[in-house]
């Protein structure tokens, strides 16, 4: 189950809420403006402290890659790859 809402659930249900409500709302004030904000939000919804940065910097990113692609699809399929890495790392590494 946990790995069914690590690699499913949380990259299509945050990829909605991050790029498309909260990137997409806040992109009338340009993409800098809102790739920050919706990954500085991002980050600080992991409730993990020592991943603020890195997981800021994934944000920007995945609202760089869903303002270059166009769609969601691309952006989720790279949260689902790297939560896949991470979820292999923690339950064999």
């Known amino acids: 189950m946990a790995a069914a809402v690590t690699l499913v659930g949380a990259p299509v249900t945050e990829e909605l809420f991050f790029r498309g409500l909260v990137f997409g709302g806040f992109s009338r004030w340009g993409f ?22 890195p997981f800021f910097a994934i944000g920007v990113a995945l609202a760089w ?3 270059r692609s ?3 699809w691309y952006p989720i399929l ?16």
């Open 32 to 53: 800098w403006p809102a790739a920050l904000l919706s990954g500085l939000l991002f980050s600080l919804v992991h409730f993990d402290p020592g991943s603020v940065v």
């Open 65 to 67: 890659l869903y303002q």
């Open 78 to 93: 790279f949260h689902f790859a790297f939560n896949a890495v991470s979820f292999t790392i923690l339950a064999f590494g």
């Open 70 to 72: 166009g769609t969601l």
